[in-house]
């Protein structure tokens, strides 16, 4: 156009830095801006405010600052493009303040005011702020449009006000899809999955058609809960209103799957997208490390290099994790080092955590002690329990003694290090001190969660405990545990008594066998069909010994064993066992009560 001799006006420029705003090419921004200063429109609002829009996509808030206090007029629109700006760039507190600006210069403000503002907020977790917000909504008479009462809804949900959330919703006359996508979403950060899922076929049953967040959010819900015929039916849905093929909702399916204890419909899922991006090939990388196809991973991970796309923060993690698992600690710092040589991603606690118990695992616990102390920032909970669990494995107790003092200071609540450390100290016979270590569990508060394993057939939960014999097939399931030891013994099995928690030593071996999660797995193989999958969901980590009995359990019935533990609400694959494959063992194992 310039080169034809026309001039530029107005809504030429405006449309261009609509453009540069979307490509988030500042550099191309700024010489549209020295066009519009050679031409004579620094001036004009809606070019000044494009100006503003531009600069805050880019990430430059401090040319959309100097722009924004430059202009001599400035209206609605202006504003907004500020507090949306400090949003976008994470600048949670600045937004919230430049709309109480607008409040200030008696602007009124409209839905993309009220939603940014609140969105800061509720990234911020400031509820009082939200409220103030919702109460300027109200005053203003914006609460019930339908925009500014999803803001709401998602503010209370983020702020923790489950309660405030849940009447808001209902108070909704016209909800839409985005108002039923934020409602599941909002049960999935309280950790409140069954409510998800429950909301999701209700909106189903009301009527709307589920989207690709939708179906994401539900997903996610059901990976939590490990439910995995609520997540073929979720599945069916997917087909049905044809989001198959969606990127997004393909990968949340994998992750659902790999989760719910099926590697292999996760690999199916995965094997028929078209279209594979990162978040894709982590999803698989992931579901295989969680699955302890170790070996699988770094297949994957160069397969995914060969294809040209570059990994991410969370890809690397499963990596890392998976070169500990395989005692490829070279590899492993190579992928490490690679992080900030060749992808621009900078090593977080998770992958330094990693990097940690690759040298555990591989015995070379004073490098790792050296290496965790060397990071760049105060190394958490996360490191010191990978070293914990390594000087656990490989018997260490000096070293032990002082991570475990570590852990005591960083997380003094956690019943986990106690235990460890009282059982490293049984193991060497120093009794004294493994009651010294549990007598200051008691005077600090800390109470070790009672172990409980839960398995579910024909849609009905059971649920053991340790010793328990209140089943109505208690007699059926310890003769099947005494049929079970016999076998095992045959195949080799030793008792690995270190993990008993009976201090006489004759009655050791006999209490490791009535561990809630033996009980289980002995239910289990009363009940469900024959070849059919045995899932165990758990509240603490699997001891040792069960870890073998399965392991060996799993060869003799010929037999899928997968095994799940419940962390704050949510429940990870800890270890799975398949009778041709070798399985692995996950560190820091903890005694169950």
Request: glycine fraction near 6%.
């Amino acid at each position: 156009m310039r080169s034809n001799g026309i001039y530029p006006n107005q809504f030429t420029f405006s449309s261009i830095l609509r453009a540069c705003a979307d490509t988030q090419i500042v550099v191309h921004g700024e010489q549209v801006h020295s066009l519009i200063c050679k031409h004579g429109f620094e001036f004009d609002i809606f070019v000044d405010t494009a100006l503003v829009d531009m600069y805050a996509k880019c990430s430059n808030m401090r040319s959309a600052e100097n722009m924004f206090d430059e202009m001599s007029e400035r209206n609605l629109v202006s504003w907004n493009s500020m507090v949306v700006g400090f949003l976008q760039n994470k600048f949670y507190d600045r937004a919230v303040a430049t709309f109480k600006k607008i409040i200030r210069e008696r602007l009124s403000p409209d839905q993309v005011s009220f939603s940014s503002a609140l969105s800061a907020c509720a990234n911020m977790g400031v509820a009082d702020n939200g409220k103030q917000v919702h109460g300027v909504a109200v005053k203003h008479g914006s609460f019930n449009l339908a925009y500014v009462k999803n803001s709401l809804m998602d503010m209370y949900y983020k702020c923790g006000l489950f309660e405030d959330a849940i009447k808001l919703f209902q108070t909704i006359g016209d909800k839409d899809v985005v108002t039923w996508n934020v409602m599941v979403m909002g049960c999935v950060q309280n950790n409140n999955f069954e409510e998800a899922c429950n909301s999701f076929w209700v909106m189903r049953r009301d009527g709307f058609t589920p989207d690709e967040a939708s179906f994401s959010t539900v997903l996610h819900a059901v990976a939590n809960l490990a439910a995995l015929d609520q997540g073929t039916l979720i599945h069916d849905q997917i087909i049905k209103t044809g989001f198959g093929m969606n990127t997004c909702v393909t990968s949340s399916l994998i992750t659902m799957y790999a989760k719910c204890g099926s590697l292999i419909d996760a690999r199916r899922v995965f094997e028929e997208s078209e279209d594979r991006n990162v978040v894709s090939w982590t999803a698989m990388i992931s579901a295989c490390q969680q699955h302890g196809r170790a070996n699988r991973v770094i297949e994957l991970f160069e397969e995914m290099l060969e294809q040209g796309i570059k990994p991410d923060y969370i890809t690397l993690v499963s990596v890392l994790s998976a070169c500990g698992h395989t005692g490829r600690v070279e590899q492993g710092f190579a992928y490490f080092n690679s992080m900030t040589e060749m992808y621009n991603l900078s090593p977080g606690p998770e992958h330094y955590a990693c990097i940690v118990d690759l040298l555990g695992r591989a015995g070379r616990l004073h490098e790792a002690k050296k290496f965790a102390a060397s990071m760049p920032f105060k190394a958490d909970a996360s490191v010191w329990g990978a070293l914990l669990g390594a000087c656990s494995n490989h018997g260490d107790l000096d070293m032990a003694i002082v991570v475990a003092e570590r852990l005591f200071e960083i997380e003094p609540y956690n019943p986990g290090n106690y235990v460890l450390l009282s059982n490293m100290y049984s193991r060497y016979g120093r009794l004294d001190e493994a009651n010294e270590v549990r007598r200051l569990m008691g005077v600090s508060g800390v109470r070790k969660e009672p172990g409980c394993s839960w398995i579910d057939v024909r849609n009905k939960t059971f649920v053991f405990t340790a010793h328990d014999r209140s089943h109505s097939m208690t007699n059926e399931i310890y003769e099947m545990l005494g049929k079970l030891e016999e076998l095992a013994k045959k195949k080799g099995y030793m008792a690995k008594t270190q993990y008993a928690i009976n201090n006489m030593e004759e009655y050791k071996e006999r209490s490791l066998w009535y561990h809630s999660e033996k009980l289980a797995l002995a239910f289990g193989l009363l009940t469900l069909p024959i070849g059919a999958p045995i899932r165990i969901k758990k509240n603490l980590r699997t001891c040792g010994d069960c870890h073998t009995v399965m392991k060996i359990a799993s060869e003799i019935f010929e037999r899928e064993i997968i095994r799940a533990r419940k962390i704050l609400g949510r429940i990870e694959i800890e270890s799975k066992c398949i009778y041709e494959i070798k399985s692995f063992w996950l560190g820091r194992a903890a005694n169950e009560g």
